[in-house]
């Protein structure tokens, strides 16, 4: 195999970049990361691999962060990452690449963030439906040049990455500790969702969880602390059924219209 994408979706939207860029290649093969993550001897063959995710808390999702800790990257020569956001842009992603592969010999060479509608509805609206076209229009042209980059072996990265100091909330908060802070509770978040009566107990929540952390019991679902945070669950859930503490009460649901809820059953084991 020549080139080897790993992606974590929640919602789609990392999916659908995913498969665009993969198109576009030849002899590229996509792996879900929430279905290898926890195998022993993880090891990746192919010349190149890129990896494809959501910005999570201005930085890498928890199982991101933590499948690219474990996997052997001794056989590939060139990296490429994706970074979807809902509109941060922060370039702190590429630099927690960087230095993971750092400890590996290894150093990213292409790195690139495409904007994508918001599912992150616990704390924002979604997108509105004319926003949301743009958008897809948009990450369509962004995926043909990527795509031709890493054909090309490109390296967009600026040298000093790792120099770089990346900070928010006005320059008074660093952004590494805010990641830092989100992976280290994230598992717990779950905490706050809950059921209402219209839940029918449809299974749908528990079927497209990527780290398996939903059990139906009487009543509908329930939690059990292995919570990535993606909102698979809140946003495909049928009813709309399921809540997040009283924020989600205000929002509509997201998921990306192409990906269904068979394409997240196969991104687990």
Same mark, same amino acid.
């Given at each position: 195999m020549n080139t080897t994408i790993y992606f974590f979706t929640g919602t789609g939207n990392?999916?659908? *970049?995913? $498969?665009?860029?993969?198109?576009?290649?030849?002899?590229?093969?996509? !792996? /879900?990361?929430?279905? !290898?993550?926890?195998?022993?001897?993880?090891?990746?063959?192919?010349?190149?691999?890129?990896? *494809?995710? /959501?910005l999570y808390y201005s930085g890498l999702p928890k199982i991101v =962060?933590?499948?690219?800790?474990? *996997?052997?990257?001794?056989?590939?020569? &060139? =990296? =490429?990452?994706v970074v979807v956001s809902a509109g941060g842009t922060t370039e702190f992603p590429f630099q927690q690449l960087e230095r993971i592969l750092n400890t590996k010999a290894k150093k990213l060479h292409l790195g690139y963030i495409i904007v994508m509608p918001t599912n992150y509805i616990i704390a924002y609206k979604t997108t509105p439906k004319d926003r949301q076209s743009l958008l897809f229009e948009k990450a369509s042209r962004q995926v043909e040049v990527i795509s031709e980059m890493i054909k090309n072996e490109e390296n967009n990265l600026d040298p000093d990455i790792l120099k770089r100091e990346f900070l928010i909330y006005d320059g008074k908060y660093q952004i590494e500790k805010f990641n830092a802070n989100f992976r280290?509770?994230?598992?717990? $978040?779950?905490?706050? =969702? &809950? !059921?209402e009566d219209t839940c029918n107990n449809c299974g749908v929540c528990k079927e497209i969880c990527p780290v398996s952390n939903i059990l139906l019991v009487e009543g509908g679902p329930r939690w059990q602390h292995k919570c990535q945070l993606c909102l698979a669950c809140i946003n &495909?859930?049928?009813e709309k059924a399921i809540q997040f503490g009283s924020e989600s009460k205000k929002?509509? $649901? &997201?998921?990306? /219209?192409? *990906?269904t809820i068979q394409d997240l059953k196969t991104q687990k084991k």
């Open positions: 990392s999916l659908k *970049i995913a $498969r665009s860029i993969s198109d576009n290649l030849e002899d590229c093969e996509l !792996v /879900p990361i929430a279905k !290898v993550w926890q195998e022993d001897n993880l090891t990746a063959t192919s010349e190149k691999v890129g990896f *494809i995710f /959501p =962060f933590d499948f690219l800790n474990k *996997i052997d990257l001794s056989k590939t020569g &060139y =990296f =490429f990452a280290e509770k994230v598992n717990k $978040r779950d905490e706050s =969702f &809950y !059921v &495909y859930c049928p929002t509509q $649901r &997201y998921h990306h /219209p192409e *990906i």
